[in-house]
């Protein structure tokens, strides 16, 4: 009679050093600094060092069996901690490996968020209220760590509410959602940029956050000595004075505009500007050249072009490419899939952020790239028939290393591929060399 699948786990999980290695084996230890270890030459030190002082404290749950593939949670005692895990296995052997501690401070964090007096002091000085501020904002609030929030905008969301007016999300609304609250129900997959807006305002006011809005940092300096961040900030035409402990930049990496000086700029005649300042077409716009060629460009080009504007898009370099509908269920599956176990959801999307970029280029160039190009196959073909380039990435890794490597040179399609293909958006393949008067 052959062991059952959470016996079979057991055993793995009481013989980890000596287990064989998958090709693309990595553990992600959160029991302290998050550390993940995937180099197969350093793996299995890292495995004899967690099993040194690790005892499994109750039998594993949610085990999975399905093929070659062997997964499960487990609970476990180390260095006098008690924490929680997740193990996959493919074939016998390791292929991932999560270890977190339940509770790095010396109680849990709150069920709801806290509400501070006005004498508690402000700990954390958080510059931006997108995503990543109003996030740090919401587990240091659960934490007891009281935090201040400077916003630029009038209102939170204002990044997202102020963009042209066709903008939408690019990844599923479950792949965006915030700690402790997610997107309303009954949204649309791909969230618009308005209800991106209202659902951060929304969290920002049931989180908890204290965001000093319409106000802009106008300098940080830190004191070794107080060891306290003294941050000047903008409000209303006034300076004010912040203090804290510590001082966080949550501005984003696509937060600041670079517009190229094209030579002959100061002559043309046009409307010049960089796309984070675009709305829509104004009246009277019969053309325009989009220069650039990747997800920005394609939705300006894609709003003017719907307006009746004729198009011209120059692209400078290849760009990769794939239907929305492929970076959905492919690229993004582990927040598309349907998994009715929320631990192994999570722990499918735990592996999806915690793999090195190495391993992610293996893993998409191995298997994703493919599925992609299969799917996407005579979307491509048609856009390079119009003259638009695209490629899979400099080691055919694609899209999402693209992403993580250098934040551009990509498109998720919404609809400006059909325009591009059938002639309605010209490309033309280059560099603007000069604009003069009503000409580029």
Avoid at 19 to 35: E, G, K, N, Q, T
Avoid at 251 to 271: D, K, M, N, T, V
Avoid at 319 to 342: G, K, Q, W, Y
Wanted: net charge neutral; glycine share 10%.
């Amino acid at each position: 009679m052959s062991p059952s699948p959470s016996s079979s786990l057991l055993s793995a999980l009481s013989s980890l050093p000596s287990l064989p290695l998958a090709p693309s084996a990595f553990y992600r230890d959160l029991r302290a600094a998050p550390l993940t270890h995937d180099d197969p030459l350093l793996l299995p030190a890292a495995l004899l060092s967690l099993s040194r002082d690790f005892t499994i404290s109750a039998p594993p749950w949610s085990v999975t069996h399905t093929g070659a593939t062997l997964s499960g949670h487990f609970s476990y005692l180390s260095a006098g901690r008690a924490g929680r895990g997740y193990l996959v296995l493919v074939g016998g052997c390791l292929d991932r490996l999560f270890t977190q501690s339940l509770y790095l401070l010396s109680s849990p964090p709150a069920s709801a968020p806290v509400a501070f007096a006005p004498g508690d002091p402000v700990q954390v000085i958080i510059a931006g209220a997108g995503q990543a501020g109003l996030a740090l904002s919401a587990r240091l609030n659960r934490l007891g760590v009281r935090s201040t929030v400077v916003e630029r905008g009038g209102r939170v969301g204002d990044n997202w509410r102020e963009r042209y007016a066709g903008l939408h999300l690019h990844d599923p609304k479950n792949a965006v959602a915030m700690p402790f609250q997610p997107p309303p129900a009954g949204l649309p997959l791909l969230l618009p940029k308005d209800a991106v807006a209202d659902y951060l305002e929304d969290y920002a006011e049931r989180q908890g956050a204290e965001v000093l809005l319409s106000a802009s940092v106008k300098s940080a300096a830190y004191d070794p000595a107080e060891k306290r961040w003294s941050v000047k900030v903008e409000v209303g035409g006034e300076t004010r004075a912040l203090s804290a402990p510590h001082f966080v930049i949550a501005c984003g990496f696509s937060g600041f505009p670079h517009l190229p000086a094209f030579p002959g700029a100061e002559l043309f005649a046009g409307r010049l500007l960089h796309s984070s300042a675009f709305g829509a077409a104004e009246a009277g716009e019969k053309t325009a050249v989009v220069v650039g060629a990747n997800t920005s460009a394609h939705d300006v080009a894609q709003s003017l072009t719907e307006s009746g504007v004729r198009v011209t898009m120059v692209q400078r370099s290849p760009t990769t490419v794939v239907s929305i509908e492929a970076h959905t269920r492919i690229n993004m599956a582990p927040f598309t899939a349907d998994l009715t176990d929320d631990e192994r959801r999570d722990a499918a999307i735990a592996g999806f952020y915690s793999q090195s970029y190495r391993r992610i280029a293996e893993e998409h160039r191995e298997h994703l790239v493919p599925a992609l190009k299969e799917k996407d196959a005579g979307l491509c073909e048609r856009l390079n028939a119009a003259g638009f380039r695209t490629d899979w990435g400099e080691d055919e890794s694609g899209l999402v290393v693209k992403f993580l490597r250098r934040g551009t040179g990509y498109y998720m399609d919404v609809g400006a591929c059909a325009m591009i293909a059938d002639g309605r958006v010209r490309v033309v393949a280059g560099e603007v060399a000069r604009m003069d008067g009503g000409s580029v």
